[in-house]
């Protein structure tokens, strides 16, 4: 059984304006140890599905199920969430100070972290914040562990919120854009410490990222989000090398490496969806290259999508490659609708 199974998960919001249906109907597995990558462009409903299992947005219209360890959090009380939350399954952001407070030092907010959910003496509770702070790769963790936040480079305060995210051993650890503020330096070292310590730890972790270069190395399986839908999952070999779907594709293209260094990158033309009252038909139909007719009134269900198991995707295109390719290119070879000359003239 996997660790975390998501099913048909669907969150919307009240707003003035109307109502936002930011998730709509996403269902994925995460396996104990594994990394799942989340990535899609920002709007796509990536943080809003995984705040919402850990029971973070107040207001929402939350369906379906998040079933964790036998139990479903979208229904758990408030005490197990406060149980669960931290201890088994953690949760860092691109900003430190979200989690760490600006006026306690950063070992004392580990060792409240150990001491809120274990019984241990202060000594010892100190002692592995150390060991912690020694294991994200803190430089003299034993002096530092008595810093405040400011006194840490924006680099170290990610280093230390994992810590700080780890200091109980969960089982899921969840990473929203943990590398979007750093250069990109820095960002290659704090995925190696998440990478590092779930190794050591045996977490598994989603790794939520607008930029799919970041879950590159990383990822056991990728979801790919728009539009509040899942367009595609597949293993990580197979969404980089042996995609479905035209988002997908979208997003390859715009990644630095992809097509040698000296092609310029190709970001994907238009605007994510407004998910006040979204239109029928595929999200993606305003902006694929290949869109059909039917793309704009039938939503795509996910299928399966080519001989890799697990590998589904939620486009109407074909599943079979050489059908694909073929239509592909008469896809576009065809005058944009709308804009061919009429025939014969007015
Ligand atoms: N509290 C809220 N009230 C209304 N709309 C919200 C709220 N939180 C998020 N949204 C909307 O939900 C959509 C998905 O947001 P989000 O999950 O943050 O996207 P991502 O993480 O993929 O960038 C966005 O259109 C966002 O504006
Ligand atoms: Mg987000």
Not at 31 to 45: C, K, Y
Not at 65 to 89: C, H, N, P, W, Y
Request: proline share 8%; charged share 20%; with cysteine.
């Amino acid at each position: 059984m996997p660790l975390l199974q998501v099913e048909e998960l669907r969150v919307s919001f009240r707003t003035a304006d109307g109502i936002v249906q930011a998730v709509r109907g996403v269902s994925y597995d995460v396996e104990a140890g594994q990394t799942l990558g989340i990535v899609g462009e920002s709007g796509s409903g990536k943080s809003v599905s995984t705040q919402t299992i850990m029971g973070l947005t107040r207001g929402a219209q939350v369906s379906g199920r998040a079933v964790f360890e036998g139990k479903d959090l979208l229904t758990a009380s408030t005490g197990d969430m406060q149980r669960i939350r931290g201890a088994k399954i953690a949760m860092i952001f691109q900003d430190p100070l979200t989690s760490l407070h600006p006026y306690y030092k950063v070992g004392w907010q580990i060792m409240e972290m150990i001491q809120q959910h274990e019984s241990v003496s202060k000594d010892d509770a100190r002692k592995r914040a150390v060991e912690l702070l020694r294991l994200v790769g803190i430089p003299h963790p034993d002096r530092r562990v008595d810093d405040y936040p400011h006194q840490f480079s924006g680099g170290m305060r990610q280093r230390a919120m994992i810590a700080m995210a780890m200091a109980l051993n969960p089982a899921l650890l969840i990473a929203d854009e943990p590398t979007t503020a750093l250069d990109v330096t820095v960002q290659a070292q704090v995925l190696r410490v998440i990478q590092r310590m779930q190794e050591m730890f045996g977490t598994a972790v989603i790794l939520i990222t607008h930029d799919l270069g970041v879950i590159a190395d990383v990822a056991d399986e990728v979801l790919v989000m728009y539009g509040g839908e899942v367009m595609e999952r597949a293993d990580r070999r197979t969404l980089f090398f042996n995609s479905h779907h035209p988002y997908t594709e979208g997003l390859l293209q715009s990644l630095p490496a992809y097509g040698g260094a000296r092609e310029r990158l190709r970001p994907i033309p238009g605007q994510p969806p407004s998910l006040l009252s979204p239109p029928p038909g595929c999200p993606f139909a305003p902006r694929c290259p290949y869109v059909m007719d039917r793309c704009r009134t039938e939503d795509p269900p996910l299928a399966a999508a080519g001989e890799e198991p697990g590998h589904i995707s939620a486009c109407w295109l074909p599943h079979r490659g050489s059908e694909r390719a073929e239509l592909r290119r008469k896809l576009l070879e065809a005058e944009p609708a709308g804009t061919a000359p009429s025939a014969g003239g007015a």
